[in-house]
């Protein structure tokens, strides 16, 4: 693969569409395993014929979700840093960087797994649900929190891999998580009856295993290379530049958080048949953006090696060729939504009040594709370049635009005026960082 060979060379690098498509296609097959996880675990649940069983599932991985997605710097942040030193040629420093997201993995997944009991009582207090829904989430997340130190490491084992540019690895890894928790989740779950605890612990298992065969391709890669000083893995000075990329990051996610909870509650609001509609229409927005991360990623990682080796003309390719991707991956999307979009409507729900209701706003969430292209390859730019700052910014500000827009469009028009918040929101995030671009690139080159 280019980006690997590359670092021999130093800082000398070639960015082409081979080289954006090496990360980008095995990378969004592997996102892709992520919502198939899901179903899987959704249609064996289904199986057992209890829907107490299937609501404490999702009640708890929605919880655990949320928990988990504060710590997605430890993916994000670590592809940016290991690619920039991959870019600068500094082998100690690719590390280095990855040693100390394992050290940070290492001590909040203790944490998380020592809060685990109070995790479940606060998800329990949130969800309000009825009393067998309740026991079974708390069983689910119990157990599966018992993966948090794995599955914070594994974070931190994509970052390395992605930021070196090697996403068929990271493919791998992920197939080895998610067939092993798929496998486990039917022996377990279906076969051997254990319910909602063999969900969890087939994620246990999952995370456990892909954890030691990625620390072991990792380790027998360091153990051929320089020598790592022990105290370059606890400089102060890189930690707190990690902590502070890290905490942007974790602000950022927190902000999108908001802003799809703001989009399900005000949904809600126009009733409950408009709220089911919303839902199976936004899969198709999400469903779209494992796609774009795909590409997001790739731009994460060469744009990220660009900066680390002061080459501009790199950059500048990586930008214009990860878009060039996006935008014609997100056309091809939205073409077909809005061509198939009634019939797949029809293949998620029974309902007819649901599928006429999405069938009426289904253009609003064809077009989601296009208009959150931009969000997505900038977000993948400016982590790689960890420019994170600017990016925590300019998502405080496209929220602060949706809330407006949401206050002022959903009442005038509805259902309409609410899609129309979340591409106003979407669109803000893009030209906004876009804009910040073209400044920053003239003081960082």
């Given at each position: 693969m280019d980006q690997?060979?590359?670092?021999?060379?130093?800082?000398?690098?070639?960015?082409?569409?081979r080289s954006v498509l090496a990360i980008a296609v095995p990378m969004t097959l592997a996102y892709l395993t992520t919502p198939l996880l899901g179903i899987v675990d959704t249609a064996v649940v289904g199986q057992l014929g209890d829907a107490a069983l299937l609501g404490g599932l999702a009640a708890g991985a929605l919880v655990?979700?949320?928990?988990?997605?504060?710590?997605?710097?430890?993916r994000s942040g670590t592809t940016g840093l290991v690619a920039q030193a991959l870019?600068?040629?500094?082998?100690?420093?690719?590390?280095?960087?990855?040693?100390?997201?394992?050290?940070?993995?290492v001590v909040a997944g203790i944490v998380l797994a020592a809060l685990a009991p109070l995790v479940a009582i606060a998800g329990q207090w949130f969800m309000s649900a009825e009393a067998r829904v309740s026991e079974a989430m708390a069983v689910y997340i119990r157990i599966r929190l018992l993966a948090a130190p794995f599955s914070l490491i594994n974070y931190a084992i994509l970052g390395y891999v992605l930021g070196r540019g090697e996403g068929g690895l990271g493919l791998m890894l992920q197939l080895v998580l998610n067939?092993?928790?798929?496998?486990?989740?039917?022996?377990?779950?279906l076969e051997l009856g254990w319910g909602v605890a063999g969900f969890a612990w087939a994620t246990v298992t999952g995370e456990f295993v892909a954890m030691l065969l990625g620390l072991a391709i990792i380790g027998r890669r360091f153990w051929a290379a320089p020598r790592l000083p022990r105290h370059r893995i606890l400089d102060l000075s890189a930690f707190l530049r990690m902590m502070s990329l890290n905490r942007d990051i974790m602000i950022r996610s927190f902000s999108l958080l908001a802003a799809f909870a703001l989009f399900t509650r005000q949904g809600a609001q126009f009733g409950t048949v408009t709220l089911a509609a919303n839902a199976v229409l936004m899969n198709f927005f999400l469903i779209a953006g494992?796609?774009?991360d795909g590409f997001a990623t790739a731009a994460e990682q060469l744009a990220g090696r660009a900066v680390g080796a002061r080459a501009a003309m790199q950059f500048r390719q990586a930008v214009?060729?990860?878009?060039?991707w996006g935008f014609g991956l997100a056309a091809a999307a939205t073409l077909v939504l809005l061509l198939g979009g009634t019939d797949l409507v029809a293949l998620i729900t029974t309902s007819e009040d649901v599928r006429a209701v999405a069938d009426n706003y289904l253009a609003w969430a064809a077009l989601t594709a296009l208009s959150g292209v931009l969000a997505f390859q900038m977000d993948g730019v400016f982590i790689g370049a960890?420019?994170?700052?600017?990016?925590?910014n300019m998502m405080l500000l496209s929220f602060l635009v949706f809330s407006a827009a949401l206050l002022i469009l959903a009442p005038a028009f509805g259902n309409h005026g609410l899609w129309a918040a979340l591409h106003v929101f979407l669109l803000v995030r893009g030209f906004s960082l876009l804009a910040i671009l073209r400044v920053r690139m003239r003081t960082a080159f």
């Amino acid at each position: 693969m280019d980006q690997v060979s590359a670092a021999a060379n130093g800082r000398s690098f070639v960015v082409t569409n081979r080289s954006v498509l090496a990360i980008a296609v095995p990378m969004t097959l592997a996102y892709l395993t992520t919502p198939l996880l899901g179903i899987v675990d959704t249609a064996v649940v289904g199986q057992l014929g209890d829907a107490a069983l299937l609501g404490g599932l999702a009640a708890g991985a929605l919880v655990f979700d949320v928990v988990f997605t504060s710590f997605n710097f430890l993916r994000s942040g670590t592809t940016g840093l290991v690619a920039q030193a991959l870019g600068r040629g500094d082998e100690l420093e690719e590390q280095a960087v990855f040693w100390r997201a394992v050290l940070i993995a290492v001590v909040a997944g203790i944490v998380l797994a020592a809060l685990a009991p109070l995790v479940a009582i606060a998800g329990q207090w949130f969800m309000s649900a009825e009393a067998r829904v309740s026991e079974a989430m708390a069983v689910y997340i119990r157990i599966r929190l018992l993966a948090a130190p794995f599955s914070l490491i594994n974070y931190a084992i994509l970052g390395y891999v992605l930021g070196r540019g090697e996403g068929g690895l990271g493919l791998m890894l992920q197939l080895v998580l998610n067939g092993i928790n798929i496998a486990l989740c039917i022996l377990l779950g279906l076969e051997l009856g254990w319910g909602v605890a063999g969900f969890a612990w087939a994620t246990v298992t999952g995370e456990f295993v892909a954890m030691l065969l990625g620390l072991a391709i990792i380790g027998r890669r360091f153990w051929a290379a320089p020598r790592l000083p022990r105290h370059r893995i606890l400089d102060l000075s890189a930690f707190l530049r990690m902590m502070s990329l890290n905490r942007d990051i974790m602000i950022r996610s927190f902000s999108l958080l908001a802003a799809f909870a703001l989009f399900t509650r005000q949904g809600a609001q126009f009733g409950t048949v408009t709220l089911a509609a919303n839902a199976v229409l936004m899969n198709f927005f999400l469903i779209a953006g494992y796609f774009l991360d795909g590409f997001a990623t790739a731009a994460e990682q060469l744009a990220g090696r660009a900066v680390g080796a002061r080459a501009a003309m790199q950059f500048r390719q990586a930008v214009r060729l990860t878009l060039f991707w996006g935008f014609g991956l997100a056309a091809a999307a939205t073409l077909v939504l809005l061509l198939g979009g009634t019939d797949l409507v029809a293949l998620i729900t029974t309902s007819e009040d649901v599928r006429a209701v999405a069938d009426n706003y289904l253009a609003w969430a064809a077009l989601t594709a296009l208009s959150g292209v931009l969000a997505f390859q900038m977000d993948g730019v400016f982590i790689g370049a960890t420019w994170s700052r600017d990016m925590r910014n300019m998502m405080l500000l496209s929220f602060l635009v949706f809330s407006a827009a949401l206050l002022i469009l959903a009442p005038a028009f509805g259902n309409h005026g609410l899609w129309a918040a979340l591409h106003v929101f979407l669109l803000v995030r893009g030209f906004s960082l876009l804009a910040i671009l073209r400044v920053r690139m003239r003081t960082a080159f």
